[in-house]
């Protein structure tokens, strides 16, 4: 999968957006899914299509309350495609 078809994805894009806008913060897969509205295991599902495409990474690793965290940030400052001349449209 390409970059561009990683954040094709509204929920994808939408943690990009959360973790862009606070680049100092990490955040746990239940901080993204609560501020997303989507549930755990869906969460876990986009964060690793975003980790495959090294959008994002795991910064953090630790135990709370008894279960493992991993807390993510960006992993690029912004995001940037350079697509051919022959494929833009003429103006």
């Known amino acids: 999968m ?8 509204t929920v994808r894009l939408a943690v990009l957006t959360i973790l862009f806008d606070h680049p100092q913060e ?18 876990h599902y986009h964060l690793k299509i975003l980790r495959t495409e090294d959008l994002v990474g795991v910064v953090v ?3 709370a309350q008894g279960r493992r965290e991993r807390r993510y940030q960006t992993s690029c400052a912004a995001l940037r495609w350079d697509f051919p001349a022959a494929d833009r449209p003429a103006t």
């Open 2 to 9: 390409s970059e561009l078809r990683a954040v094709s994805d």
């Open 26 to 43: 990490t955040f746990s897969v239940r901080d993204l899914a609560e501020r997303t509205g989507v549930a755990l295991t869906l969460m």
């Open 61 to 63: 690793r630790r135990t």
